[in-house]
């Protein structure tokens, strides 16, 4: 979804982060009154840390305050405790794979690469029931990561990525999926990728937009991923033992 940036306080510097288009990051929408924002999304899963501010300065500098009404593109929340970053990975735009190991990199968050790696929900605001997986676009077939987002805190066995996948989002009160990759979503992004620096290991948060009719906040649904392996030899199961769910799409291979 290619939308005209819209600032808060109407701040129109590009600063530090010039050298990004910014038609290739999805716009996120004000919250409503009883949902939790990206900030505060970030202060609940890394609680420890004081809070998070926006941080970008094409939106006003340290310490912006974002409020409920405003519709923005925020390029990196940092902590208060300035231990760590979260960093938006563009929408669209961008170049190659996004390799799980070594961060984004100039690539978007639609297709991806590498690693194994643990998921757990850590926010659940829809009230529509959602189930998380991936679609492997090397070896074919898709798997049910997260059978209920509305599992919080619970976390995954690990999974061997493939080479090149896309992750889904299954709808199922709605009987409809997303994926990450915006040529299944009739070209709308579901998905708004943080990439979090300062941990231990590669995490990025997923934060999704759980309807086509939705309010396009990006927070129905909060996956966290983080890398405990590198790239590994060893491939997925075939289709048949990846426990496939119905998703109503075909999972082909990319051809960007």
Do not use: C
């Amino acid at each position: 979804m290619r939308l005209s940036l819209l600032v808060a306080g109407g701040f129109a510097a590009l600063g530090a982060r010039a050298m990004a288009d910014m038609a290739d990051y999805s716009v996120v929408n004000q919250t409503s009154s009883t949902e939790l924002n990206h900030s505060q999304i970030l202060s609940t899963v890394y609680k420890n840390h004081g809070g998070f501010y926006l941080s970008d300065s094409a939106l006003g500098g340290t310490n912006h305050s974002l409020t409920r009404t405003t519709s923005f593109v925020g390029l990196e929340f940092a902590s208060r405790d300035g231990a760590i970053t979260a960093r938006r990975v563009q929408d669209d735009g961008g170049a190659g794979l996004l390799h799980l190991a070594y961060g984004a990199s100039g690539a978007d968050d639609q297709h991806w690469a590498d690693g194994t790696v643990r998921f757990s929900a850590e926010v659940k605001q829809a009230s529509d029931n959602s189930v998380f997986g991936f679609i492997d676009d090397t070896n074919g077939g898709a798997a049910t990561i997260v059978g209920n987002t509305g599992n919080v805190g619970v976390i995954s066995p690990e999974f061997n990525m493939s080479s090149d996948f896309r992750w889904f989002l299954r709808n199922r009160s709605q009987t409809v999926t997303y994926t990450s990759s915006l040529a299944d979503n009739g070209g709308v992004d579901h998905l708004v990728t943080y990439e979090i620096l300062g941990l231990s290991t590669p995490t990025y948060l997923l934060f999704w937009e759980d309807r086509g009719n939705g309010d396009f906040d990006y927070n129905d649904s909060v996956i966290q991923l983080s890398l405990v392996g590198l790239p590994t030899t060893i491939p997925l199961p075939s289709a048949a033992g990846l426990g496939i769910v119905g998703l109503g799409l075909v999972a082909t291979r990319r051809n960007r």
